[in-house]
């Protein structure tokens, strides 16, 4: 791993086996946005390289699926705010290869925190636009949410309350004036 590169680090996306999956980022001294993908193995301290997304990407999100799979939804390419992505991507433990998912409703990044995987293995995606919307890993689509926030909300973050309930908290809008506000969404 290269000390001159901003990596984003998805820590416990495979912690069932304790190993951590390293994904996309931005090469620091050049400005490249990768497509790179390492697996972090915390018993021997090693970084080993595994497949490469179909698109590079950073300021992106992952959730862990039920089946071991990790989701990567949205990010952007080199443009940032003009470059966002819609797409996704699997990644698929077993074969260590991504291949394509579904594209959200919505194009999205700065969202890394705004995700909420709930326990029937659903994701809901409320970060990067207003609009809230799921993955939904039975029929692998995303599903559109009633109600939106009060505008596109980048690094906001989403948890996952013991009610069932995603408390969606903050972040900033599309001019980086920050929000103190909240959203409670009921999961339908």
Known sequence: MSVNSE????QGILARRGRVLIIGG??????????TAEIFDPSTG??????????????????????GRVLVLGGSDVRDQ??????????DP???????????????????????????GAVLVAGGAAQLEFYDPGSQTFVFVQGELSGPREFATASLLPSGEILV????????????????????
Not at 95 to 120: E, Q
Request: no cysteine; proline share 8%.
């Open 94 to 120: 077993k074969t260590g290869n991504f291949t394509n998912g579904p594209d959200m409703r919505w194009p999205r990044f700065k969202l890394s925190d705004a995700i909420a995987v709930l326990p029937s």
């Open 26 to 35: 931005r090469q620091a001294r050049r400005g490249e946005i990768l497509r």
């Open 169 to 188: 908290l903050g972040g900033y809008d599309q001019q980086i004036r920050t929000s103190a506000s909240a959203w409670l969404v009921r999961v339908p």
């Open 46 to 67: 090693q970084f080993q390289p595994t497949g490469d997304m179909s698109s590079p990407r950073h300021k992106h999100a992952a959730a862990l699926l039920p089946d």
């Open 82 to 91: 003009r470059g966002r992505y819609r797409s996704s991507e699997i990644y």
């Open 7 to 10: 990596w984003i680090v998805l």
